[in-house]
């Protein structure tokens, strides 16, 4: 078993405690963190909310949901009740005046020299009022950071007063902006797929690249958050976000270091150079699709419509071509697709390879060289080639794979993606953090394709849940012939 070094003792509080992604994911991965020895029983783990509960109710509430979120976790139940002792709960209203805030004060007392965390499981709403508290209560130290969730804001305008407003109490250095999909495992894979093989990186551009396709399916619909979700919408829910992180790390220049700014620079740099879509390109580089009601899983779901409550115009699907205009990639299309109520949960970046520029073997032999890395679920990496169909008589040519499933290779169960970007706030490690000029510059783009979809109007096109999308979505491949690459 892998030997983890613990991290400095420190104290985390957690606004919006009794949330969804607070039970689902923070306290879980936590849970794993502290039997594995990362976290000192120094440390304090505090949960703020405005549910009326003490830190007893609030322990029993992450007790009860830990079978669910973090299964098979606790074998050794007395070490699992110790990190329960760990946590502490304050019933706090955030947007209440500082002097409401004593029962924060007095739980963090005797910590001022200690890392302070204050995750904002919040509504980014609340992000300027909640650091703004923070300085007010003086419990905002130089040693204390401060954790955003996505999405920081609904557009450039709204991500910058939030941006300015948390920045006026904590300085970059000490601002973290998540992005669970940079702590995916396959996606760090990325980089050292791309840096520390020598194989690698000679093939990866226009040379040798036709196109890329990133797909991100899932097969939820938008379960309890159809509220935020419908003033949302995919572009802003997974594409300014998730989706160009990913496209920023299969095409990034090397960085010189493995170190936060160079590898954010690099990741700048992309965005920068990411081709703007207007009104008169958007017809045929974009499509927007919501899903009707269908069989997900051979189980009966319901249409957006009926989820959300009423008829609306929000995009719960979106396939997108989307270019690099620079040396490495101009002529390369990156072919975005995401959407809920698909019809399999199913994460991964294709990088299809150009096709032989001869054919020795007779035309149509084998296929070109396909590069799948799986992000979810069963991490690993796939690569087709093509090889000598065994036996006498003949030459025929068959298309294989070699196929890395991470989980049978290293026959270890795969931390989720919160679990090392928790550690990683605590280390001071910002590198899989986004900084603020990667959060504008994403922005840039996405509300220029928002503005270009509100001048067009129209609707988005249905497709069935538990399908892959509106049919449209196959046509925007097709119309460059090509086509998605969907296994059975
Ligand atoms: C979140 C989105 O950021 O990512 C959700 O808000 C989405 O809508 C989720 O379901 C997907 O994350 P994962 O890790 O399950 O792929």
Known sequence: MAEFIPVPPFDLV???????????????????????????VQSRIIGAARSDMDSDAFRKLIHDSREEFAPGACVDHAKCDAFLRQVEYVKLDATAPADTWGPLTQALADGKDKVRIFYLSTAPGLFVTIAQRLAETGLATPASRIVLEKPIGRDLASSRAINDGVGAVFDEQRTFRIDHYLGKETVQNLLVLRFANMLVEPVWSRATIDHVQITVAEELGVEGRADYYDKSGALRDMVQNHMLQLLCLVALESPNAMDADAIRTEKLKVLSALRRIDAQDAPAKTVRGQYRAGLVD??????YAEEVGKASRTETFVAIKAEVDNWRWAGVPFYLRTGKRMSARRSEIV??????????????????????????????VRLWLNMKEPGPGGLRIKTASLDLSFAEEFGVRYPDAYERLLMDVVRGNLA????????????????????????????????????????????????DGRAWWDPE
């Open 351 to 380: 990088v299809q390879f150009k096709d032989t520029p001869v054919h020795i073997f007779g035309a149509g032999a084998g296929a070109p060289n396909r590069l799948v890395l799986r992000l979810q679920p069963d991490e690993g």
């Open 298 to 303: 051979g189980a009966k779901a319901p249409a």
């Open 432 to 479: 899989l953090f986004m900084r603020r000029d990667e959060v504008d510059a994403a922005w840039t783009w996405a509300d220029a394709l928002l503005a270009a979809w509100d001048e067009i109007g129209g609707e988005p096109h249905a497709y069935a849940a538990g399908s892959n999308g509106p049919t449209q979505s196959a046509l925007l491949m097709d119309r």
């Open 14 to 40: 957690v606004f919006g405690a009794t949330g969804d992604l607070s039970l689902r994911k923070l306290f879980p991965s936590l849970l794993h963190r502290y039997l594995d020895g990362q976290i000192p």
